[in-house]
């Protein structure tokens, strides 16, 4: 079955930069979503089609795919804004959804 | 506005079939391209995909828990609904349904979920 790795977490200091990297396999050929999960909550879409990004969702987020890896940015990172973030894509070999490992970002 | 609400027990015996529901509003399923899907999570663990289901009752199961997962839909309530057979402790988790459109690849409004435990 078709898997995403993320990093489990990443560390990031009020006002600067956080890096997401969601890989998988051939992920160049698929288009690539991002959610964000804030605890006890529901997820949130945040960048659709690679790096699109839903009406509501801030300038902050932004979204890339370089080969088999995607990055989702998140820049300015507000103090308290420690969430989860999922990328997930379809398996069209499968006709199935896959999300990815998950990554916990945290504000130092 | 699109909302979703998902209702159902929070405890479950082992070996008992899961009911859950998914009462929808601000869109409707006999609408062409409407579409609504279920997530789940396990505590502390990452999203997992479940089923989903079209305003033509086109449905998809995930591959791994298709022979256990069933998905209706009833119009006439606004509401789908989620049988999952046989249900295991590992099944404990909380289960949400999203909004989806037929032609993209994402769900863009999710319910808030609701938590199941299954345990004897």
């Known amino acids: 079955s078709y898997v995403l790795i993320q990093p489990p977490s990443v560390s990031v200091a009020p006002g600067k930069t956080a890096r997401i990297t969601c890989g998988g396999y051939?992920?160049?050929?698929?288009?690539v979503h991002w959610y964000q999960q804030k605890p006890g909550q529901a997820p949130v879409l945040v960048i659709y089609?690679?790096?699109d990004r839903p009406s509501g969702i801030p300038e902050r987020f932004s979204a890339s795919k370089s080969g088999s890896t995607a990055t989702l940015t998140i820049s300015r990172v507000e103090a308290g804004g420690e969430a989860d973030y999922y990328c997930?894509?379809?398996?069209?070999?499968?006709?199935?959804?896959?999300f990815g490992t998950g990554t916990t970002v945290t504000v130092l | 506005q699109i909302t979703l609400k998902e209702s159902g027990p929070t405890l479950v015996k082992p070996t008992q079939t899961l009911t859950l529901t998914c009462t929808i509003s601000?869109?409707?399923?006999?609408?062409?391209?409407?579409?609504v899907g279920w997530i789940r999570q396990p505590p502390g663990k990452a999203l997992e995909w479940l089923a989903l289901?079209?305003?033509?009752?086109?449905?998809r199961y995930s591959p791994s828990l298709k022979s256990r997962l069933t998905i209706t839909k009833d119009m006439s309530k606004n509401q789908v609904v989620l049988t999952m057979a046989n249900v295991d402790p590992v099944d404990t988790a909380t289960y949400f349904c999203?909004?989806?459109?037929?032609?993209?690849?994402?769900?863009?409004?999710w319910g808030k979920g609701t938590t199941v435990t299954v345990s004897s």
């Open positions: 999203a909004h989806k459109r037929f032609g993209v690849y994402y769900v863009d409004v």
């Open positions: 089609d690679d790096s």
């Open positions: 289901i079209y305003w033509d009752d086109d449905k």
């Open positions: 051939n992920l160049g050929s698929k288009s």
């Open positions: 601000g869109f409707s399923l006999r609408t062409s391209g409407e579409g």
């Open positions: 997930q894509v379809w398996d069209s070999s499968s006709d199935h959804y896959v």
